[in-house]
């Protein structure tokens, strides 16, 4: 089987395998399914012989359109508290042994240049396709068998290991191995090849599954109340489920994007309200009090608009009622107008969902894994890794992080 699988190396020789019907069995130490992120980055590390499938033509495609086409591949500020997890304690360990900087040694080991856009997100100066690249070489190196346009089926636990089949276009072939990794990924953008596969394949061992959602994605709402001032964006703080981010806020035609709201997204539970903050730097009050010395006849709106784009302070006027001049404006009814602003309280009617969500929260009960390893803890052999795990990370580069942690604890334990 060995010599099968030195012929069979790449995509190219997919028409070695054996053909259906004389279904021969190929051994592996370790079958991983999903070629992204921690799937690419466990192949590359775990040693032996490796089998790498995934259903779509290419590995690593949500790296490639990551960060506009430069990949935000991870943050110098990662620690644990940058994750969404059941148990917060759970992502500390994979997270301390393999680091940003380890990351960053081997980016730089391959001459990927990289540079700090915000708030420590590291983004490729060039593209992207570096990363993958870089991965698929490692993969190559380590001479791991890629399987494209292919999945795998009947997973079932054996004596010493895992049995199924591998299907590809043209060929299902009987496959076991010692070691079987998932990192098929949660279930956003669906478009992209996301599937539930790997939750179900959880439930099939009896594994507990997390309730899984949307994170990281934009919030909507069914009135449209925000389309005629779509595409304004000014900095806010954007709180839901207890937690505030300070970043820009976007309206668009069917709700609030922006950074800020995308990570609020990831707290934030059906029914629940929001609350956006127009006054971050809390410094309005005083402005306008002084303005109101020199500009006391000008309309209250002209000058409000000093300070906030002019058109969200036309849709503020209709909603708060903002008539008159500055002069009209006692300090008690400025006091309240940047009470009302630094609170303002709404609640989405819901969240574009998987069609446009950078995450899905939820997934694999970390309390079944060991937080070292990635292995099922009643099940020897079996891992699960990246997105499918319920942990998740926040906007920035830190769920890519968590893909090469949590593919490198596995790999490591390989
Ligand atoms: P990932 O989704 O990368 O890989 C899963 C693989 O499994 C896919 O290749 C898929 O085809 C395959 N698969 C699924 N079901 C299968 C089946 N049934 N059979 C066979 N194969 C199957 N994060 C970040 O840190 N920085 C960033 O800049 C961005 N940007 C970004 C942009 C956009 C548009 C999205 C959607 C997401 C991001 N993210 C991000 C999040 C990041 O992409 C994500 O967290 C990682 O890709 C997760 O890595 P995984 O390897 O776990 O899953």
């Not at 500020?77 to 042994?97: E, G, R, V």
């Not at 009987?174 to 669906?190: E, R, Y």
């Not at 981010?245 to 035609?253: G, I, K, R, S, V």
């Not at 107008?337 to 709404?346: G, P, Q, R």
Request: aromatic fraction near 8%; charge should be neutral; charged fraction near 20%.
């Amino acid at each position: 089987s060995l010599s099968l699988r030195k012929a069979a190396h790449g995509i190219g020789a997919l028409t070695t395998l054996p053909t259906s019907g004389k279904a021969r069995s190929m051994q592996y130490d370790t079958v991983i399914l999903g070629a992204g992120a921690a799937g690419m980055m466990c192949a590359a590390h775990a040693g032996g012989r490796v089998l790498l499938v995934d259903h779509a033509k290419a590995p690593g495609e949500k790296i490639r359109i990551s960060g506009g086409g430069r990949c935000n591949f991870t943050n110098m500020h990662c620690t644990a508290d940058a994750f969404i997890c059941a148990n917060p304690h759970f992502p500390k360990s994979a997270l301390a042994k393999y680091t940003q900087w380890d990351f960053i040694e081997l980016v730089d080991a391959h001459g990927v240049k990289w540079h700090e856009k915000t708030l420590g997100q590291l983004f490729c100066d060039t593209s992207a396709k570096e990363i993958v690249a870089m991965l698929r070489g490692l993969m190559d190196k380590a001479q791991v068998d890629l399987r494209l346009q292919s999945t795998l089926s009947g997973i079932r636990r054996t004596g010493n290991g895992y049995a199924m089949a591998l299907t590809t276009p043209d060929t299902s072939t009987k496959i076991t191995a010692t070691h079987l990794v998932i990192a098929s990924g949660g279930k956003s953008i669906p478009k992209m090849g996301a599937t539930g596969r790997a939750y179900e394949i959880a439930e099939s061992f009896g594994i507990p599954v997390t309730p899984t959602r949307a994170g990281l994605v934009p919030f909507t709402f069914t009135d449209a109340r925000f389309a005629p001032i779509s595409g304004t964006a000014t900095p806010a703080r954007v709180t839901a489920g207890g937690t505030s981010f300070d970043e820009a806020l976007l309206f668009t035609h069917r709700g609030l994007s922006g950074p800020a709201v995308l990570q609020a997204s990831s707290y934030w539970h059906d029914g629940a309200p929001i609350t956006l903050n127009l006054l971050p730097q809390n410094d309005l009050f005083p402005k306008l009090r002084d303005q109101r010395q020199t500009y006391g006849r000008r309309n209250f709106t002209t000058e409000l608009a000093k300070h906030l784009p002019a058109r969200l302070v036309d849709h503020l006027a209709t909603q708060f009622d903002l008539t008159g001049n500055l002069a009209d404006w006692s300090d008690v009814r400025l006091q309240t107008l940047c009470d009302t602003l630094s609170n303002w309280e709404m609640t989405p009617s819901g969240t574009e969902g998987y069609r446009t969500a950078e995450v899905t929260l939820g997934g694999i009960d970390t309390d079944a894994l060991s937080s070292k390893t990635m292995e099922v803890k009643n099940t020897p052999g079996l891992y699960f890794i990246g997105e499918a795990v319920d942990v998740t990370g926040w906007l920035g580069g830190y769920n890519f992080q968590w893909a090469w942690s949590s593919g490198m604890a596995a790999a490591r334990h390989i």
